[in-house]
């Protein structure tokens, strides 16, 4: 069968994951980083005074000076389940031959932590370096967060000579807004506020990943 959204991308916190709305924010609140720093890069980088790389720099040295480790970070990410359904939907549409991709602003820890294994075809994330203490040693941003995660999914259909129409996405908040706008179909799962409905063509408000396959067919 062909199908009609041959690849599908999902965001993370939020949508395949419960129990944190963001990732960072469980991170800098669970090391006990320096708040008003923090505060500072966040703005910032809104302000367009910093780049992204830079905000993603300045968010792992404050977790460093605070002695965030790999294991630290794990034993947070406990509180962090995959979203009901999800480990169904993924093996559903792995069956069906789809392209399952990962497009998120969270950090690639976290989607190893949640699906151990799980081969996903393309993961646009971000990524973090760890030494053999297990003490943070750098990482690689994303180019593909906030409004750029439209270009990411430009990027995954061109990789797979696919058009946006064909392309699915499925995102919660309103960093993911450009992208459910450009996505071929985009669900809001869970969504946080009514702007995220609003940029969707479909949404989802029950907490069970399972009620999109109908929706991908």
Same mark, same amino acid.
Request: aromatic share 10%; charged share 25%.
């Given at each position: ?12 916190? %939020? ?47 404050? *977790? ?7 294991? +630290?970070? *794990? ?9 009901? +359904? ?6 559903? *549409? ?12 969270? !950090? ?8 151990? %294994?799980?081969?996903?075809?393309? !993961? ?9 203490? +297990?003490?943070?040693?750098? +990482? ?17 259909? @061109? @990789? ?20 459910? @706008? ?12 009514? @702007? ?19 929706? *991908?067919?």
């Amino acid at each position: 069968m062909k199908w009609r959204y041959p690849l599908v991308a999902f965001d993370l916190d %939020g949508t395949l994951a419960q129990g944190a709305e963001f990732v960072w924010s469980l991170l800098h609140e669970g090391f006990g980083v320096d708040a008003e720093r923090r505060a500072w890069a966040r703005d910032a980088f809104f302000a367009r005074q910093i780049t992204y790389r830079e905000w993603f720099a300045t968010d792992l040295e404050l *977790l460093a000076a605070q002695g965030a480790t790999r294991q +630290g970070m *794990l034993e947070l990410f406990r509180r962090v389940t995959p979203t009901p +359904g999800a480990r169904e939907v993924l093996h559903q *549409l792995r069956q069906e031959g789809r392209k399952l991709a990962i497009l998120s602003g969270s !950090v690639d820890l976290l989607l190893e932590h949640l699906f151990p %294994g799980f081969a996903f075809d393309h !993961v646009l994330i971000n990524r973090l370096r760890f030494a053999a203490d +297990g003490t943070i040693a750098g +990482g690689v941003p994303t180019a593909f967060d906030l409004e750029r995660k439209a270009d990411g999914l430009a990027e995954l259909a @061109r @990789r797979e000579g696919l058009a946006l129409a064909q392309c699915a996405f499925l995102g919660d908040h309103e960093n993911d807004l450009a992208v459910l @706008r450009a996505a071929g179909l985009g669900i809001a799962f869970n969504p946080r506020t009514p @702007r995220v409905v609003a940029a969707a063509d479909a949404a989802i408000t029950e907490l069970d990943l399972r009620l999109a396959l109908p929706l *991908l067919r």
